[in-house]
């Protein structure tokens, strides 16, 4: 029997387990404000969590970070990156790490987290290299959160995640088979939870609306530059993130970002090829 949107919300109002920010984020956060120039203490917070500390590793080596060395210890990469890049990385993986489940058939935690952190990776270079400075920083976080309602539906909706990947097929995507059986699509889904969190608009925009930015009213330019990144990162990493296949580029990319042309757009993006291989190649989880 297909479950309706109201039982998917109905159910996830009613889990008393419902992830919550895990606080080693709080706690090394109010460190990095306090005290920026602590690395030693720091990165003592942040190695409480080899998870995290792993995965901050894994971006500070990504051959989109443009370091010329190999950072090989967390205490040189809280160096490198710097307080407000870091609170930007520690708030991201911390969040998305939140949700912790068993293993199901079907969902390979590591490929979707070399995904997520592509996206984010590409994201933050994509407003660097258009002028969008100001939002790299909620690009990263934004692109690493985008699919987290993917993770809610493995969490708490193993049996639909199983019948919507058996629908799957050639011409039907799997944002659609989630419609079809749930109700709703990992974009509200995730939405819920990023609303229970409180977390910025920006980041929540992100998460809404990163297969439709044009339907972001205030974020529009943020959410268009994760919505590229998801493409790029599919289109030059095919067969990883099956949910993602068959994404189409939404046209109104070319207004949201300044580019003249489809063509112009086409040949920006097709830079990425090599950078995005080697990038997912670079990430361990």
């Known amino acids: 029997m297909q479950v309706t949107t109201e039982q998917i919300y109905s159910k996830l109002n009613k889990i008393q387990n419902l ?9 090394a956060i109010s460190i990095i404000k306090s005290e920026p120039g ?14 995290m500390a ?21 205490e040189f990469a809280i160096m490198i990156m710097g307080s407000n890049e870091l609170e930007k990385i520690v708030t991201a993986i911390s969040l998305s790490n939140a949700i912790r489940f068993k293993p199901i058939p079907n ?7 070399k995904h997520s952190m592509a996206v984010g990776l590409v994201a933050k270079d ?14 990263f976080v ?3 959160l985008h699919d987290i309602g993917i993770q809610l539906i493995v969490k708490y909706f193993p049996e639909e995640f199983q019948q919507i990947y058996s629908n799957l097929s050639y011409d039907k995507k799997f944002i659609e088979c989630e419609n079809k059986i749930l109700g709703i699509s990992h974009q509200e889904m995730g939405a819920f939870l990023l609303k229970k969190w409180n977390l910025p608009s920006s980041i929540f925009d992100c998460v809404q609306y990163h297969h439709e930015p044009e339907n972001s009213l205030e974020n529009k330019e943020l959410v ?13 990493n095919t067969g990883k993130g099956f949910w993602d296949q068959g994404i189409e580029l939404n046209v109104s990319l070319c207004t949201s970002l300044g580019f003249d042309s489809h063509n112009d757009l086409v040949g920006f993006y097709s830079d990425y090829s090599e950078l995005v291989t080697d990038t997912v190649d670079s990430i361990h989880i």
Not at 38 to 46: D, H
Not at 63 to 71: D, T
Not at 107 to 113: A, G, I, K, R, S
Not at 126 to 139: K, V
Request: hydrophobic share 45%; aromatic share 10%; no cysteine.
């Open 54 to 74: 792993t995965k901050i590793l894994s971006v500070a080596n990504s051959p989109l970070y443009g370091m010329l060395r190999k950072v090989s210890t967390l």
């Open 224 to 236: 268009s530059v994760v919505h590229l990144a998801d493409f790029i990162t599919n289109e030059f």
């Open 38 to 51: 602590n690395v030693i203490k720091i990165s003592e917070i942040i190695g409480k969590d080899q998870g």
């Open 19 to 27: 992830p919550t920010i895990p606080e080693i984020m709080f706690d």
């Open 107 to 113: 969902f390979n935690e590591q490929d979707y987290w």
């Open 142 to 144: 934004g692109g690493i």
């Open 126 to 139: 994509i407003a660097r290299r258009l002028g969008f400075p100001e939002i790299a920083g909620d690009a």
